[in-house]
């Protein structure tokens, strides 16, 4: 019955009745500009918050560990120039102090990691230009995980198998530089979804992947729709729902 919402310019929003009703939970927040949002699975009062960086807010990750009620900076080691947003968090769901944090700024877009539940953080490797919208963990085996970016180059979709130790280019098949959502089956890890915003006069849509990333193909949610976000059913993983620039499509097929 627990949600939380985090807005462009309001900061987050909480809900403890399904969404019927919400409200503002701010406190200690500097910036209004949530970008992403994670829960903690083993301590669900526990939860972070991605924000950006303006001329005249201070961004960066924050953390509450009651439930929203009070906001503290989790920003040591992060970027902190004008501009950069922390745009996608993941955590370990086997090590929750576990946890990555997807940026972009002026210098360079970048993956960071934390293994003290927020207090520090260091680069696992930048990508080039751009900003990283999306990282996912494989439930399985967490020292695998994916990331998207919108970086104007081809290589948009990276993959780390040592816990961000080390990315490699994973975007073979798709059609887009612009991957702004990620989603792995719950009970086979290595089949995967891209939502992809078509730019350029490459096409969005949805792709999988059956072979942890390896290779995409286009499912039935192609030519330029704009995918930004994607959610698999945690109990019937052949039904998922993707979010677009036109409303909310679902496939109970696996797309």
Do not use: C, E, Q
Not at 157 to 162: G, I, L, N, P
């Amino acid at each position: 019955n627990t949600l939380y919402a985090g807005t462009i310019g309001a900061g987050v929003f909480k809900s403890t009745d399904s969404g019927h009703v919400w409200s503002a939970v701010n406190t200690g927040l500097t910036s209004s500009h949530v970008r992403a949002l994670a829960i903690d699975p083993a301590t669900p009062s526990t939860l972070y918050a991605g924000t950006s960086y303006t001329d005249s807010s201070t961004g960066g990750v924050f953390k509450s560990t009651n439930g929203g009620a009070n906001w503290n900076a989790a920003n040591t080691g992060l970027p902190t120039a004008s501009g950069t947003s922390v745009s996608a968090l993941a955590i370990d769901p086997t090590t929750p102090n576990t946890l990555y944090a997807g940026t972009g700024d002026v210098s360079g877009t970048s993956v960071f990691k934390s293994t003290d539940g927020g207090v520090t953080w260091n680069a696992t490797g930048p990508f080039g230009t751009g900003a990283v919208l999306t990282l996912v963990i494989d439930p399985t085996t967490p020292t695998i995980l994916y990331s998207g970016t919108n970086a104007p180059d081809p290589n948009h979709v990276f993959k780390s198998t040592d816990g961000g130790g080390t990315w490699t280019v994973a975007d073979k098949g798709l059609s887009s530089t612009n991957t702004r959502a990620l989603a792995i089956d719950p009970s086979s890890p290595t089949t995967l979804y891209a939502g992809m915003v078509g730019s350029g006069g490459n096409s969005g849509g949805v792709f999988k992947s059956t072979d942890g990333s390896g290779t995409w193909s286009p499912t039935d949610l192609t030519s330029n729709t704009h995918v930004s976000a994607l959610v698999i059913d945690p109990t019937i993983p052949t039904t998922l729902y993707a979010g677009t620039d036109v409303g909310v499509f679902k496939s109970t097929d696996s797309g």
